[in-house]
């Protein structure tokens, strides 16, 4: 079964810096996706950026990009020129490749901090 | 494009009553997903349909669980005999074939 781990509960950064959540995942499979979602203070989950792990290009989206590390199993995001608006709840996830295998398995989750 | 719509956002309950939950999914979305999601963690997910197939449930979709969308559309999670464990935030995504999952706001249930 696969497994998605963040280590980091909390962070902070002040704003207009940069910051780094972590993410690692366990699975037997060698094409699968990854996916960051941000989820605001009761508002509904965003689709922050995604990786195809067959692709060896990161992943970027206007400030946020990712450091996929296929080998080690690692999925980070880094978030530049952090802004108020970027406070919030970021999830890790994972899907399968293949057809039929739909879900997403998520981290726990890490509470980002913007510090005015 | 009006989102994914969950009804209702909040729901309290006593404890053994039965409840219902209603999902609008982005309307060219094929498919739709149940997760629940508890304080401090991740979302779990609880199943998926295809249109109107059901193709694949969770081991934490007890027989108290059942879910449905019957022509393709919305879709229902119906929880009988609801418990305290049952207490979480129950989430609807959808998506178009295996593009990203959008999801909704969520509906809130509370159990006392």
């Known amino acids: 079964a696969q497994t998605v781990t963040q280590s980091q509960p909390e962070m902070s950064v002040q704003e207009a810096e940069t910051v780094t959540l972590s993410c690692t995942y366990d699975?037997?499979?060698?094409?699968?996706?990854l996916f960051w979602y941000k989820q605001p203070p009761s508002r509904q989950m965003i689709l922050v950026i995604r990786q195809e792990a067959y692709k060896q290009q990161n992943a970027t989206e206007n400030r946020f990009s990712v450091n996929f590390q296929k080998a080690a199993k690692s999925f980070s995001l880094k978030i530049s020129d952090s802004q108020l608006g970027d406070a919030a709840m970021y999830f890790c996830a994972y899907r399968a490749l293949q057809a039929g295998n739909e879900k997403l398995t998520f981290g726990t989750g890490t509470r980002l901090t913007i510090i005015p | 494009d009006t989102g994914v719509s969950q009804d209702p956002r909040h729901k309290i309950t006593k404890r053994g009553q039965n409840v219902t939950f209603r999902c609008d999914p982005i309307s060219e979305h094929n498919r739709l997903y149940w997760y629940r999601q508890t304080l401090g963690q991740g979302p779990e997910f609880l199943t998926y349909f295809q249109n109107e197939a059901q193709l694949e449930k969770s081991r934490l979709l007890s027989d108290r669980f059942s879910a449905e969308r019957p022509k393709g559309s919305f879709s229902t999670l119906e929880i009988q005999r609801t418990e305290q464990g049952d207490s979480a935030m129950y989430l609807c995504a959808s998506s178009f074939n295996s593009r990203p999952q959008h999801f909704g706001d969520g509906t809130r249930l509370s159990i006392l």
């Open positions: 699975t037997s499979e060698s094409d699968y996706y």
